[in-house]
């Protein structure tokens, strides 16, 4: 799962990378993301684990969902990505304290 191969300096180019290798759609949804002209679009790039919780993995591709906007001001209220948060609690705290739960 985790993305040791990519390497970036920036999350404007984490999320650049992400867009130009990911499917344009929420996965949360499924509905079509905003475009990149969109005033919107880089709300689209939601970190999974808090990057001021967990900044190890601030540019970690593997730790953003792609949904829309309005899904990200709720992603706490969906299973999918309760799912998802877990099962990086555990990757994170295995990889950088040797520590699974």
Known sequence: MINRMRQFKTQKEMYKWIWENRSHVSE??????L???HIQFI???AHILPKGSYPKWKLNPDNIMLM???EHEN???YLLFIEKQNELKR???KEF???EF
């Not at 949360?28 to 993301?33: Q, R, T, V, Y």
């Open 75 to 77: 992603q706490e209220q």
């Open 91 to 93: 990757e994170y705290y």
């Open 68 to 70: 829309l906007p309005y």
């Open 35 to 37: 475009n990149q002209n």
């Open 97 to 99: 304290y040797s520590k």
């Open 43 to 45: 709300w689209q790039f």
């Open 28 to 33: 949360i949804s499924g509905k079509p993301l």
